[in-house]
């Protein structure tokens, strides 16, 4: 059974970058046609995703944050680590890491406990 944790600070400063990085056992990042995903939820507020790395290597990210976002991985450490730059106000949530044999909803079928993370002025 694949399971994903997250890791990262819990608090950034405004206008700094964010990093997360969302450690994968029990199954490899390279598992033929799966995506790797992340995920946030602001306070009050339903789930946002925010890109995605597939299994090749290749990356899509959501528009409203495409500016912003890098994802990237580490096969040998079977670890994807998402960095958001330039950290604002409206980016504070819980960040999840999931995977599965799709990019959003029901397709992604492993989730991350998921962390909170803070920004401060």
């Known amino acids: 059974q694949v399971q994903l944790q997250e890791s990262g600070p819990g608090l950034v400063k405004a206008s700094q970058t964010l990093s997360l990085t969302c450690t994968v056992s029990?199954?490899?990042?390279?598992?033929?046609?799966?995506?790797w995903s992340w995920i946030r939820q602001p306070p009050g507020k339903g789930l946002e995703w925010i890109g995605y790395?597939?299994?090749?290597?290749?990356?899509y990210f959501s528009p409203s944050l495409k500016s912003r976002t890098s994802i990237s991985r580490d096969t040998s450490k079977n670890q994807f680590t998402l960095q958001l730059s330039s950290v604002i106000p409206e980016d504070p949530a819980v960040y999840y890491c999931?995977?599965?044999?799709?990019?959003?909803?029901?397709?992604?079928?492993?989730w991350g406990q998921g962390t909170l993370v803070y920004v401060s002025s």
């Open positions: 790395i597939h299994y090749s290597g290749s990356t």
């Open positions: 999931a995977g599965g044999a799709g990019w959003v909803g029901d397709a992604l079928d492993a």
């Open positions: 029990g199954g490899s990042i390279t598992t033929n046609s799966y995506y």
